[in-house]
């Protein structure tokens, strides 16, 4: 697997021109900044660089009745509510937001297949906004395992701008397998069945493919 997510690429090449074009103006017309820019440069791009890693996971232990983090970051939301796209009945919300600093990709919780897919152009509210679950650009994926199915719905958040997810429809997935990315600050939620076991609660630091969210 490489170090450097695919999804990275484009904005790493453009940030890096951008960063050479600014740096050779400023040694042609103001040399006495350029310490200081380049101080600037090699922040910006470990910033990137380090948004966009891709660091190579392994499920700990397989398991039909377990349901692993689909990604990075905190645990912000455990309740239940009523999920109306899809199951239109009430079911355990779980969200995790991902902050800049979180690795970005996105992983099956369960393995099965792909029962729906369907993206919703949207806003761009701040990812932890009660809202931002209904109203921003987001995709809304329901899995079907051997124990049950769950619905996993990757969020845009204020700066993010690039939901991708890479199954299709009616094709199987593996469990802590690469599914999708998004760029920059965003959550992912999750919806369970209500007789779902969560094992883990708000304020938690998770991981994708290496914590265990929950047991069928």
Same mark, same amino acid.
């Given at each position: 697997?490489?170090?450097?997510?695919?999804?990275?690429?484009?904005?790493?090449?453009?940030?890096? %021109?951008?960063?050479?074009?600014?740096?050779? %103006?400023?040694?042609?017309?103001?040399?006495?900044?350029?310490?200081?820019?380049?101080?600037?440069?090699?922040?910006?791009?470990?910033?990137?660089?380090?948004?966009? &890693?891709?660091?190579?996971?392994?499920? !700990?232990?397989?398991?039909?009745? %377990?349901?692993?983090? !689909?990604?990075?970051?905190?645990?912000?939301?455990?309740?239940?509510?009523?999920?109306?796209?899809?199951?239109?009945?009430?079911?355990?919300?779980?969200?995790?937001?991902?902050?800049?600093? @979180?690795? #970005? +990709?996105?992983?099956?919780?369960?393995?099965?297949?792909?029962?729906?897919?369907?993206? #919703?152009?949207?806003?761009?509210?701040?990812?932890? #906004?009660?809202?931002?679950?209904?109203?921003?650009?987001?995709?809304?994926? =329901?899995?079907?395992?051997?124990?049950?199915?769950?619905?996993?719905?990757?969020?845009?958040?204020?700066?993010? &701008?690039?939901?991708?997810?890479?199954?299709?429809?009616?094709?199987?997935?593996?469990?802590?397998?690469? +599914?999708?990315?998004?760029?920059?600050?965003? &959550?992912?939620?999750?919806?369970?069945?209500? @007789?779902?076991?969560?094992?883990?609660?708000?304020?938690?630091?998770? &991981?994708?493919?290496?914590? =265990?969210?929950?047991?069928?």
């Amino acid at each position: 697997m490489a170090l450097i997510h695919k999804e990275g690429y484009p904005t790493l090449i453009i940030v890096s %021109l951008l960063i050479l074009i600014a740096n050779g %103006l400023l040694f042609m017309f103001y040399p006495g900044v350029m310490f200081f820019s380049l101080i600037v440069s090699v922040i910006l791009l470990v910033f990137f660089l380090q948004f966009f &890693r891709n660091p190579k996971r392994t499920i !700990p232990h397989e398991g039909e009745d %377990l349901i692993y983090a !689909p990604a990075d970051g905190k645990v912000v939301v455990i309740e239940k509510t009523v999920e109306n796209e899809f199951y239109q009945k009430e079911c355990i919300q779980l969200s995790i937001f991902m902050s800049p600093v @979180n690795v #970005h +990709v996105n992983r099956s919780p369960i393995s099965g297949k792909i029962r729906f897919f369907k993206y #919703h152009p949207g806003k761009y509210l701040v990812a932890w #906004h009660p809202k931002s679950s209904e109203e921003n650009e987001r995709t809304t994926i =329901v899995i079907e395992g051997s124990k049950g199915s769950l619905l996993m719905r990757q969020i845009a958040g204020f700066v993010a &701008r690039r939901i991708v997810f890479y199954p299709k429809e009616g094709t199987a997935v593996e469990q802590g397998g690469e +599914v999708g990315f998004i760029k920059f600050g965003s &959550r992912v939620d999750l919806f369970l069945p209500l @007789n779902a076991e969560v094992q883990v609660k708000p304020g938690d630091t998770v &991981r994708g493919a290496d914590t =265990v969210l929950a047991r069928f």
